[in-house]
């Protein structure tokens, strides 16, 4: 990852803000970035709203900065990133709008799979597929088996998802082992409930980004967030760009992060 950000800084074709730009890539990489990177999306409807647009055109646009923010948290060297793309509670909604977000996976696939094979950039999905119209969960399936052997960032889209939901499935496989004699109440720990999350086969996030001003998780990863950093930005999703996700990272580095303990501070 780093021999191919000096690359990039190299490129004789750079002009000096692209130079700079490129440098501070180089910086921040080697500083340490999040292994997990978790983002509500958020604002695109009132980024329509603000431009007189219906809110279709927000979640249009949205779709761009998903490209964009992933190829740079890919170029950074993060292992995962997870994207708050619809929630169980996102159904209450206008049946135009559902229906034109249930379309936007398998647009935003069909367009930029070629890049993220190229990219070697793994697609997953955390969520429910029942309720989920038969085109998108085809997008999502061909784009899993397309990009399964990349090696890179795991681009993993949150789809259908509620934690709560999510908390009392684990839970209720966890009663019915009990039930059944196949486990001891002893042997359910914070590891057995982990285990049986969606998140399982994932780091916990590291770092949660919310866009738009809201200050909330909004029944997102509420298990695994529990000693994640959280930064919260007023810029609606559509706006938010390279310099954004940089500006969260650096926040990032900056912070001393103690599970609980005293890391690097004096116990009284």
């Given at each position: 990852?780093?021999n191919?950000?000096l690359?990039?800084?190299?490129?004789?074709?750079?002009?000096?803000?692209?130079?700079?730009?490129?440098?501070?890539?180089?910086?921040v990489?080697?500083?340490g970035?999040?292994?997990?990177?978790?983002?509500i999306?958020?604002?695109?409807?009132?980024?329509?709203?603000?431009?007189?647009?219906?809110?279709?055109?927000?979640?249009?646009?949205g779709?761009?900065?998903?490209?964009?923010?992933?190829k740079?948290a890919?170029?950074?060297?993060?292992?995962?990133l997870?994207?708050?793309?619809?929630?169980?509670?996102?159904w209450?909604?206008?049946?135009m709008?559902?229906?034109?977000?249930?379309r936007?996976?398998?647009?935003?696939?069909?367009?930029?799979?070629?890049?993220?094979?190229?990219e070697?950039?793994?697609?997953?999905?955390?969520?429910y597929?029942?309720?989920?119209?038969?085109?998108?969960i085809?997008?999502?399936?061909?784009?899993?088996?397309?990009?399964k052997?990349?090696?890179?960032?795991?681009?993993?889209?949150?789809?259908?998802?509620g934690?709560?939901s999510?908390?009392?499935?684990?839970?209720?496989?966890?009663?019915?082992?009990?039930?059944?004699?196949?486990?001891?109440?002893?042997?359910?720990t914070?590891?057995?409930?982990?285990s049986g999350?969606?998140?399982?086969?994932?780091?916990?996030?590291?770092?949660?980004?919310?866009?738009?001003?809201?200050?909330?998780?909004?029944?997102?990863?509420?298990?695994?967030?529990?000693?994640?950093?959280?930064?919260?930005?007023?810029?609606l999703?559509?706006?938010?760009?390279?310099?954004?996700l940089?500006?969260a990272v650096?926040?990032?580095?900056?912070?001393?992060?103690r599970?609980?303990?005293?890391?690097?501070?004096?116990?009284n």
């Amino acid at each position: 990852m780093f021999n191919k950000l000096l690359k990039r800084m190299a490129d004789p074709a750079l002009d000096d803000a692209a130079q700079g730009y490129e440098e501070r890539l180089y910086e921040v990489a080697k500083e340490g970035v999040p292994a997990h990177i978790a983002i509500i999306m958020d604002g695109n409807g009132r980024w329509a709203k603000k431009r007189s647009l219906p809110r279709v055109a927000g979640h249009h646009e949205g779709m761009k900065t998903v490209r964009k923010i992933t190829k740079l948290a890919n170029h950074l060297g993060v292992e995962v990133l997870t994207l708050y793309a619809f929630s169980t509670e996102n159904w209450k909604r206008p049946k135009m709008e559902v229906d034109f977000l249930m379309r936007l996976p398998e647009e935003f696939l069909s367009t930029f799979l070629p890049e993220l094979i190229e990219e070697n950039v793994r697609v997953e999905m955390i969520g429910y597929h029942h309720n989920l119209p038969s085109h998108t969960i085809s997008a999502i399936r061909k784009a899993k088996e397309a990009t399964k052997h990349n090696t890179g960032l795991v681009l993993n889209f949150a789809l259908n998802y509620g934690s709560r939901s999510e908390i009392v499935d684990a839970v209720k496989d966890i009663a019915a082992q009990v039930a059944a004699g196949k486990l001891d109440l002893e042997d359910i720990t914070e590891e057995r409930i982990t285990s049986g999350l969606m998140t399982n086969n994932l780091p916990e996030p590291d770092l949660l980004i919310r866009t738009s001003g809201e200050v909330r998780l909004s029944n997102f990863m509420l298990w695994q967030l529990a000693y994640t950093e959280l930064w919260f930005t007023e810029t609606l999703w559509p706006d938010f760009g390279e310099e954004s996700l940089l500006e969260a990272v650096e926040n990032y580095q900056k912070r001393n992060r103690r599970f609980g303990g005293l890391k690097g501070e004096e116990a009284n």
